[in-house]
């Protein structure tokens, strides 16, 4: 009888059209209710920090817009970095896997790895897929065959033609350096081809922490080395600024394979658009959102490769750029 009088004296208060309102707003928002728990739920697996990637992140963040998402409206969106620390990958899978994402981007191949083993039937989109994963995640760039698929910065013989702009940009250069993290997957043998090829020797450093990245030119600079060519990798794009400094202080020339090393004062860099990947990778999303399987759909290959050069460096480093290889660059820094 007391909960009657109190259900029945609420009502009073309130008024009969009121209540009719807030029952009627609880049951418009009962669907609303629903349709936000059966939105789909994207997860980003990083490797590279916030920072360092930004424009990357952007670039599948435009992507995603394009294509008529928005985070917290039709799209969950979760993301986990490790900040270029390959070893905290694993538990930031399993954190990820947690909350039930229905695909996963992987910003790297080491966080592709890192996804598929803690969920091999996970669908993984990988904007940096590269040729060592295969057979490991995919049985082929045409048929993937398994569950991660994605865009390969890899052109064919672009590792080769790296060494060559560096050999073009440096004439008579005897030795040159060759930079690579030692727990990441890194196929050199374009570079090492084209080294002996003009009869230059290539000297291999490794590092693979922040303080062997920081102690690096005390290791290179007795190697006498001419140029150093910085392996993509996380870990360096995220130290990428200390890089140049220090390179340009012990006069060595940096060469990178995205353009962002040469905006922070690398001489020269020869590769893809990365933005331009991590923006197509969001139409593999979509595709997956909408019921695709990724085994279906084909790991695709970048078409804008980039030259750019940075003359101011070249000018701090006392060196010339030969006019054969200023007139190939796309993209000139003054």
Not at 30 to 36: I, Q, R, S
Not at 88 to 101: C, E, I, N, S, V
Not at 116 to 136: D, G, K, W, Y
Not at 310 to 317: E, G, S, V
Request: charged share 20%.
């Amino acid at each position: 009888m007391t909960h009657q009088n109190n259900t029945r004296g609420w009502a009073e208060r309130i008024g009969r059209r009121d209540l009719i309102a807030v029952l009627g707003g609880i049951a418009v928002g009962w669907p609303c209710a629903v349709h936000a728990a059966a939105r789909p739920r994207l997860a980003m697996l990083a490797l590279g920090s916030l920072e360092a990637f930004a424009p990357e992140y952007a670039a599948f963040h435009d992507g995603l817009r394009a294509l008529g998402y928005a985070e917290g409206h039709n799209l969950d969106f979760d993301e986990r970095h490790a900040d270029g620390d390959v070893n905290r990958l694993p538990g930031l899978a399993r954190d990820l896997l947690q909350l039930h994402p229905n695909v996963i981007l992987a910003d790297a191949p080491s966080a592709a790895l890192a996804a598929h083993e803690a969920a091999p039937q996970m669908a993984v989109v990988c904007p940096i897929f590269t040729s060592n994963l295969i057979p490991r995640l995919a049985a082929g760039y045409a048929h993937p065959g398994g569950s991660v698929t994605g865009v390969a910065p890899e052109v064919e013989g672009l590792n080769r033609k790296i060494a060559e702009v560096v050999l073009d940009a440096i004439p008579g250069a005897k030795r040159i350096g060759l930079l690579v993290n030692k727990r990441a997957a890194y196929n050199d043998r374009g570079i090492e081809s084209a080294a002996q090829a003009r009869g230059v020797e290539l000297e291999i450093v490794e590092a693979a922490t922040p303080d062997e990245v920081r102690t690096l030119f005390e290791r290179l600079v007795p190697a006498k080395v001419a140029a150093l060519i910085i392996a993509p990798n996380a870990l360096f794009r995220a130290m990428e600024s200390f890089l140049a400094a220090t390179a340009l202080n012990a006069r060595v020339p940096l060469f990178f394979t995205d353009r962002r090393g040469v905006d922070v004062g690398g001489l020269a860099s020869y590769g893809v658009d990365q933005s331009d990947d991590f923006r197509r990778a969001a139409t593999y999303v979509d595709k997956i959102l909408k019921g695709a399987s990724p085994a279906e759909l084909p790991i695709e290959f970048p078409t804008k490769i980039d030259l750019v050069v940075n003359l101011k460096t070249a000018r701090a480093l006392g060196l010339v750029i030969p006019p054969t290889l200023l007139a190939r660059a796309t993209v000139v820094i003054e």
